[in-house]
């Protein structure tokens, strides 16, 4: 988005959607961000019908990775406090290795308790 038609343009497609609460657009990141209960592919749709180049954002902030060391998280267009969002090496938290290994940790101290 260059100026301020592009960006009324992009705003105007998706404000109006059934179930859109929210639409905040940043032209530094040529990003739209849409808040509310929507399909998000619609919303991409509808974004592109405007000849507006569009994807999805692949970047999520720093803190909410479980391990951002990843290879391929790191990206130099990333903004400030976001990494990719790609595959994770550690396991599910719900995973059956993760819940084994758990229970014969030293962190735990009831976990060689007898009852």
């Known amino acids: 988005m260059d100026c301020d038609g592009c960006e009324r343009l992009v705003k105007n497609s998706v404000k109006h959607m059934k179930g859109v609460k ?23 749709k509808r974004i592109k019908s405007t000849g507006k180049r569009a994807e999805f954002w692949p970047y999520i902030p720093y803190n909410l990775v479980s391990y951002p060391y990843v290879s391929q998280a790191y990206d130099k267009r990333a903004p400030a406090g976001y990494v990719k969002n790609v595959v994770q090496a550690v396991s599910a938290p719900n995973a059956t290795d993760e819940r084994i290994t758990y229970l014969f940790s030293d962190d735990n101290p009831n976990a060689c308790s007898i009852m």
């Open 22 to 44: 929210t639409v905040e657009v940043n032209r530094k990141q040529s990003r739209v961000t849409v808040s509310g209960y929507v399909d998000p592919n619609h919303v991409l």
